[in-house]
Nanobody, 115 residues
Framework: QVQLVESGGGLVQAGGSLRLSCAASGTFFGLYAMGWYRQAPGKQRELVAQITRGGTTDYADSVKGRFAVSRDNAKIMVYLQMNSLKPEDTAVYYC?????????WGQGTRVTVSP
């Protein structure tokens, strides 16, 4: 069983920064990519940023230039550095791991950006 545990969410003022972390544990094979999704109230879950095992990154247009995703393959961790936060970034952020055995999700960490 794969477990993903997120940390680092919280309340921040617009223009501030937060760093999210996600640690993966358990048994899985063929780790392809790790990343972050978010879901705001009344909206669908959307991709924020993703990084492959080889280091290729992909970002939502709305966060390009403000967010940076990184990973530690040895520790099986993924990070999301969020800068210049905006109220529209308010959402629950979910860690995701894609492997040969499936796609796994964390429980989510809430990020609230006040005006």
């Amino acid at each position: 069983q794969v477990q993903l545990v997120e940390s680092g969410g919280g309340l921040v003022q617009a223009g501030g920064s937060l760093r999210l972390s996600c640690a993966a544990s358990g048994t899985f094979f063929g780790l392809y990519a790790m990343g972050w999704y978010r879901q705001a109230p009344g909206k669908q879950r959307e991709l924020v940023a993703q990084i492959t095992r080889g280091g290729t990154t992909d970002y939502a247009d709305s966060v390009k230039g403000r967010f940076a995703v990184s990973r530690d393959n040895a520790k099986i961790m993924v990070y999301l550095q969020m800068n210049s936060l905006k109220p529209e970034d308010t959402a629950v952020y979910y860690c995701n791991l894609q492997g040969a055995t499936g796609s796994y999700w964390g429980q989510g960490t809430r990020v609230t950006v006040s005006p």
